[in-house]
């Protein structure tokens, strides 16, 4: 693929995931399904915002109030996709005893009580886990949280096939199986995270512990082993809203994980 068709691709995933305006002249449909090897680029972008609010707000305020601010503002750039994801989905497997129950429960644009309790629960966690962290320990925690937990996501595109009803999807093109070398293609996007961050943030890159990196990386990885098995029982397949819960998920794990050693 040429460099100019995966910027056009990055712009895509950038336009379904953010309210970031992006001018697209020639878009095609097809585009949309190919853009998911770039959501953890878009994820970059968004830690990297979200993480910049954060620092700033710290200069003159608690680490409370910049954990809130930097919360806030990441809704208010993704439009609270995930979090809209994870609330239906909190909805749907809470009230539906049956798959075609389930799904038409997550359909539903109302907010339920365990929708409102999943969402509640969620924007205390992060919250209160990048306000434990020391503030470069919370950036470092932003940008690397919000990459990672869309690559780990878009793992259940890989794994398995869609698992609501195509002609209802929000977004078609979606509905379609990720190839494990797209994934792989996304990886590359944390690789060069992992390259980065030793460079531009020395300092906080080595007040973070192995042990912490270590915790990061199992519980992100039981959370999205939880939401692989969940979706797969009850839905025989991945969902748009299954996805955004499970980026919210795997992004409070790696918070927690990386805030292990200040908290307690």
């Keep these: 693929m040429s460099v100019k068709h995966e910027w056009r691709l990055l712009q895509v995933a950038t336009q379904f995931l953010t309210r970031i305006p992006v001018k697209m002249d020639d878009y095609q449909p097809d585009w949309l399904h190919q853009s998911s090897r770039h959501f953890s680029g878009v994820g970059l972008l968004v830690g990297i915002l979200c993480a910049a609010v954060f620092w700033a707000v710290s200069l003159g305020f608690p680490s409370l109030v910049a954990a809130i601010?930097?919360?806030?503002?990441?809704?208010k750039l993704t439009g609270a996709f995930?979090?809209?994801?994870?609330?239906?989905?909190?909805?749907?497997?809470?009230?539906?005893?049956?798959?075609?129950?389930?799904?038409t429960i997550m359909k539903d644009s109302r907010l339920g009580t365990y929708g409102t309790l999943g969402l509640v629960c969620a924007l205390l966690l992060k919250v209160s886990l990048l306000a434990a962290m020391p503030i470069m320990t919370?950036?470092?925690?932003?940008?690397?949280?919000?990459?990672?937990?869309?690559?780990?996501?878009?793992?259940?595109?890989?794994?398995?096939?869609?698992?609501?009803?195509?002609?209802?999807?929000?977004?078609?093109?979606?509905?379609?199986?990720?190839?494990?070398?797209?994934?792989?293609?996304?990886?590359?996007?944390?690789?060069?995270?992992?390259?980065?961050?030793?460079?531009?943030?020395?300092?906080?890159?080595?007040?973070?512990?192995?042990?912490?990196?270590?915790?990061?990386?199992?519980?992100?990885?039981?959370?999205?082993?939880?939401?692989?098995?969940?979706?797969?029982?009850?839905?025989?397949?991945?969902?748009?809203?299954?996805?955004?819960?499970?980026?919210?998920?795997?992004?409070?794990?790696?918070?927690?994980?990386?805030?292990?050693?200040?908290t307690g």
């Design 69 to 75: 601010a930097s919360t806030t503002f990441g809704i």
């Design 82 to 103: 995930h979090e809209d994801g994870l609330a239906d989905t909190c909805d749907g497997l809470g009230g539906g005893l049956t798959r075609e129950r389930t799904l």
């Design 138 to 262: 919370a950036v470092v925690a932003l940008i690397v949280a919000h990459s990672a937990s869309r690559l780990l996501c878009t793992s259940l595109i890989v794994l398995l096939p869609y698992g609501g009803e195509i002609e209802h999807a929000k977004a078609k093109p979606m509905a379609q199986q990720m190839t494990f070398r797209q994934w792989l293609a996304s990886a590359l996007w944390l690789i060069l995270i992992g390259l980065l961050l030793p460079l531009l943030l020395p300092q906080a890159m080595h007040s973070i512990s192995l042990k912490q990196w270590v915790l990061a990386f199992i519980f992100a990885l039981l959370g999205v082993t939880h939401m692989y098995r969940l979706l797969k029982r009850r839905l025989q397949g991945y969902t748009g809203d299954g996805l955004g819960a499970t980026q919210q998920i795997t992004e409070i794990a790696i918070y927690a994980g990386l805030a292990a050693n200040f």
